[in-house]
């Protein structure tokens, strides 16, 4: 006779099977797509296959159909498609209740999200009404031999990397950040199944209205996410003033320049430019570390560049350890050193 507990593992199990596929959720402001959705796109093919389940896509706005191509070339086999006027403009609810509607009604088991502003909060509000689990800020996913979903983030300030699976629950819920997962390549001849779903609210639901949007700082702002070439200063860079040093190189470069925490702390760049856990994650072709010493924190943002170079005078210095290149000694002479031969190239 099954005990009772074979007979609770029994019932999780097919409450778990119930759920198949692994979704993307494309986040888009006006039309735009972003980057981070194909990223989700690539890694969540691989994980689709090592459960040999569909890899779909949901995509939510007004106008939004073109995206559906887009999530095909980059390797979606389907896409949830909610268009309608309501969904114009993010706001929580709209979108919370239009997700949660799709997942009751199709039941995946993986959903993926970029950790971006708007990433974090659908996911968060998505994972709470549907009582599952989320895990954020993922920089690893991978299935294990029961099926479930592996999500290792950097946890304790990124000194460990913790391994979170939801073994009880569906859907499996993760945040990623932009530029942790490779880009997939495009292919433009790919096609798939547009699935359309009517939208489940009305404008007179939403208590939140867009009145007006402003844009924040112009057409000036820097991307760091986005640059090939990078020049990070760290405390080693001593005051502010220092920083137009960087500047310079970075101009050189056709780059831009970035900063630990520590220089961000002490006043000398804007949070924008923060590489590192509680800053932003980097991708570059190069990336410049100067006086900066290699903090878990700074290398989870930054060790997946194409080429490290860094500048220190602490021959021990752990940036060492993620470094194509190191020159060990003084930044004050080596960066304008350096500025100066690239400039006569
Ligand atoms: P330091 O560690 O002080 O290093 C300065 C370096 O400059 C030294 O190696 C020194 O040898 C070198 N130097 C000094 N003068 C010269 C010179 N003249 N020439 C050459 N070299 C010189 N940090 C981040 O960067 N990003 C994050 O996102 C981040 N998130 C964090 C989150 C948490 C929860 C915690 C606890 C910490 C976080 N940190 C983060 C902080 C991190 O632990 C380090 O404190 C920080 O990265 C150190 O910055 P730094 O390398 O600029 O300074």
């Known amino acids: 006779e099954p005990s009772e507990e074979d007979a609770e593992e029994a019932a999780l199990k097919k409450k778990l099977s119930a759920y198949s596929g692994v979704w993307v959720f494309v986040e888009q402001t006006e039309g735009e797509a972003a980057k981070v959705s194909w990223e989700l796109l690539g890694k969540g093919k691989e994980l689709a296959q090592a459960r040999k389940c569909p890899l779909c896509a949901v995509v ?13 070339g980059y390797g979606a086999e389907k896409v949830y498609l909610m268009d309608a006027p309501v969904l114009r403009h993010y706001r929580t609810e709209a979108y919370q209740k239009s997700l949660c509607a799709l997942v009751e009604k199709y039941k995946p088991e993986v959903i993926l999200m970029g950790a971006t502003g708007l990433g974090r909060d659908l996911a968060g509000v998505v994972a709470t009404v549907l009582a599952t ?68 609210v009305a404008e007179e639901q939403v208590l939140v209205k867009v009145l007006d949007i402003l844009m924040d700082g112009g057409g000036s702002k820097v991307d760091i996410a986005g640059a090939e070439f990078i020049v990070s200063g760290g405390r080693g860079m001593m005051a502010k003033e220092n920083f137009s040093m960087l500047e310079e190189l970075a101009e050189v470069l056709g780059g831009v320049v970035g900063a630990s925490r520590s220089a961000v ?55 060492f350890e993620v470094a194509s290149y190191g020159l060990v000694g003084d930044l004050f002479k080596i960066i304008p050193a350096l500025t100066t031969k690239l400039r006569a190239l």
């Open 60 to 72: 939510m706005g007004d106008g939004v159909e073109k995206l559906c191509a887009q999530a095909f």
């Open 133 to 200: 689990g989320l895990t954020a800020d993922c920089t690893g996913l991978s299935i294990d031999d029961k099926g479930n979903l592996m999500q290792t983030r950097p946890a304790f300030g990124g000194n460990i990397m913790a391994t979170i699976v939801c073994d009880k629950f569906r859907p499996q819920m993760s945040t990623v950040r932009p530029h942790v997962m490779p880009m997939p390549d495009f292919d433009p001849q790919a096609r798939g199944e547009i699935v359309r779903e009517p939208v489940p």
């Open 265 to 319: 702390d002490a006043g000398w760049m804007p949070p924008d430019r923060q590489v590192g856990q509680t800053g932003k994650t980097v991708r570059p072709k190069v990336y410049i570390a100067c006086g900066i010493s290699g903090a878990i924190q700074h290398l989870v943002g930054m060790q997946d560049s194409d080429v490290v170079i860094a500048i220190n005078r602490d021959p021990e210095a752990p940036i």
